[in-house]
């Protein structure tokens, strides 16, 4: 009693980790069954698949190899036997524990980690306060102001000589006169 609008209800697919497990078994080969061969025996065996076949697939194939269900060399799967070594991730593994150490919550080291503090004068610090009001500051301490003995004395002679008194920096560049050309 079914129209013609209405189509004969699908016969229902198992889930695909089955259908890619029967495939492999029953392809068998020694090299393993790449991806086109085992989509092609699920054709032929369950017929009619959804149009998204091939995405479901490599999706299925990717989740069953990380799983470890299957194991993915040289562009081929094949399934893993019960005495196959665990899957493990990439990069280097991690280092055995010693099941028979005592677990302890201190560090493996005596030594705190980074630079230890400097020790503190007590006496200097009470003494440097003390003496100066303030705490003692860090770096260098500021320049004193010289005595100016040459200035109170020799202001004339300053003014006489102009090479006694030196600026920061590289001196002008001296310029010649018309004078000392000829």
């Known amino acids: 009693m079914a129209t013609e609008n209405e189509e004969a209800p699908r016969p229902a697919l198992p889930p695909y980790p089955e259908m890619i497990l029967a495939a492999v078994k029953s392809i068998n080969d020694k090299n393993g069954s790449n991806k086109s061969?085992?989509?092609?025996?699920?054709?032929?065996?369950?017929?009619?698949?959804?149009?998204?076949?091939?995405?479901?697939l490599t999706a299925h194939l990717a989740r069953m190899k990380e799983s470890g269900e299957l194991i993915f060399?040289?562009?081929?799967?094949?399934?893993?036997?019960?005495?196959?070594?665990?899957?493990?991730?990439?990069g280097r593994p991690p280092k055995a524990k010693d099941l028979l150490a005592p677990a302890s919550n201190e560090p493996s080291s005596p030594k705190p980690r980074g630079r230890p503090p400097k020790p503190k004068d007590v006496v200097a610090e009470a003494v440097a306060k003390a003496t100066s009001g303030m705490p003692k500051s860090r770096g260098r301490p500021p320049k004193k102001a010289r005595e100016e003995t040459k200035e109170e004395v020799g202001d004339a002679d300053a003014a006489a000589n102009p090479v006694a008194k030196k600026g920061r920096g590289r001196p002008p560049k001296v310029k010649p006169t018309e004078q000392a050309q000829d």
């Open 73 to 90: 060399l040289k562009n081929n799967y094949f399934i893993t036997g019960p005495g196959s070594p665990p899957k493990r991730g990439r």
């Open 37 to 56: 061969a085992i989509s092609k025996f699920i054709e032929t065996k369950y017929g009619e698949l959804p149009e998204s076949h091939t995405s479901l």
